[in-house]
């Protein structure tokens, strides 16, 4: 199946000209001026064509959590926001820790045919803070791995985690927060973890990304050693780069107007790698009794768009690069870049356009934003994957 999307502002990490783009059996074979295809074609008349979106980092609950979201209504969600490929953190019940969810949760994704996953394993075996072999039994599906939710308290653990990791061809998920310390200082708590962390990917070389960084202290610490040459990435949430100030409850919390300052520099400057989500959809209940999450996979692109292209911060171009281009290399997929060859996954957006955030029209099952009500620039009107339009949000075309 052929599409041709036609005459669109197509910007990509270092691509922003005007014209059209050729798929063909799901992969992008021709893009250019006037190009001439009679197939399935899209007019994309004042509207921006770009990659569609890598997310890092999303909570779909499946198994055991399927009232909060499941993996067919997280994923509408995602196509909803732009995105064609998430990784599914392992904070599931049971915990991730075996090929068996693994394989479950690939299956039932490929079954849905909507759009395309990576699991993450369990650093430690069911959370349990202390055992690793669990990690010599993974395929090589697997490519990350996470405690997310919590942090691995025991420095050992930490460090024999890295080197198999490093073994094994793996990239450890660092979610920095230490158990003794974040009930009376969240900000000391992910502090310490981050130090302790980069000095353990400088002792073991092992690949380490650090989630949702949120602090000015650990992004410092991390441009430093990004610039002594420690094999780390890392990820910063669209809501801590649009709020301050908020005690709307998420993990790591909503910080302070200078560490806000501090992350958009750190993008400015080159060294964030992805936006990521940390899409954490919840009940009602479990938001009354205190569960912390933002359903973030919607509102990721505009709000990112309004707060950091907008704003005045970076371009399109270094937009498309953290939410696309990077987060693909780092997952190791031929998505991410309008390049000969790479899976046509792409989206239609109308960058002009805005947007009324209303959770009640969320795909997620999670309605929990503090979002509500706000208004951002930039509104998705269509997700393509493999040049099929999985999500129309308004876009007329003829077959
Ligand atoms: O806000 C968060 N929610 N942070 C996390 O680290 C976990 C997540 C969840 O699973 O709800
Ligand atoms: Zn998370």
Redesign the pocket.
């Known amino acids: 199946m052929d599409l041709l999307l036609k005459g669109g502002r197509i910007v990509d990490y270092n691509t922003d000209f005007h014209g059209d783009i050729y798929i063909s059996d799901g992969k992008i074979v021709e893009y250019g001026e006037n190009l001439n295809y009679s197939c399935k074609t899209i007019n994309c008349d004042g509207l921006v064509i770009m990659p569609s979106f890598i997310d890092m980092h999303v909570?779909f609950?499946e198994p055991g959590y399927e009232y909060k979201e499941d993996i067919h209504s997280g994923s509408l969600a995602a196509l909803r926001g732009g995105y064609t490929y998430v990784n599914l953190?392992a904070?599931t019940n049971p915990i991730c820790s075996s090929m068996e969810i693994v394989d479950y949760v690939l299956n039932r994704a490929r079954e849905l045919d909507l759009i395309d996953v990576h699991q993450t394993v369990s650093i430690t075996k069911n959370f349990d803070g202390e055992t690793l072999s669990h990690i010599d039994d993974l395929e090589s599906t697997v490519k990350l791995l996470s405690d997310?939710?919590?942090g691995v308290k025991d420095n050992l653990v930490m460090y024999n985690a890295l080197k198999l990791a490093k073994e094994n061809g793996l990239t450890i998920i660092a979610?920095e927060?230490d158990e003794s310390l974040v009930c009376f200082d969240t900000r000391l708590s992910e502090n310490i973890m981050t130090k302790r962390d980069i000095e353990l990917a400088r002792s073991t070389k092992g690949k380490l990304h650090f989630?949702?960084v949120s602090t000015k202290e650990a992004i410092t610490d991390i441009i430093k050693a990004k610039n002594e040459g420690v094999t780390i990435t890392c990820e910063v949430t669209p809501h801590h780069l649009a709020l301050y100030d908020n005690d709307y409850?998420?993990?790591?919390p909503i910080r302070e107007k200078e560490d806000v300052k501090t992350l958009i520099n750190a993008i400015v400057d080159g060294y964030v790698d992805a936006i990521a989500t940390?899409h954490?959809?919840?009940s009602e209940e479990d938001k009354r009794k205190g569960?912390?999450?933002?359903s973030g996979i919607e509102t990721s692109f505009s709000i990112s768009y309004t707060s950091l292209v907008k704003d005045g911060h970076i371009s399109l171009n270094k937009l498309s690069e953290i939410m696309s281009k990077n987060p693909g290399e780092l997952m190791n997929v031929r998505k991410g870049k309008v390049k000969i060859g790479y899976d046509g996954d792409l989206v239609i957006v109308d960058l002009d356009s805005r947007i009324k955030v209303d959770s009640k029209n969320f795909a997620s099952k999670g309605k929990n934003t503090p979002f509500q009500g706000k208004e951002y620039y930039g509104k998705i009107l269509a997700t393509i994957k493999r040049g099929i339009v999985k999500y129309n949000g308004g876009i007329e075309y003829d077959n």
């Open positions: 909570h609950r953190m904070n997310d939710g919590k979610h927060e989630a949702h409850k998420v993990n790591p940390d954490a959809p919840h569960a912390c999450g933002i």
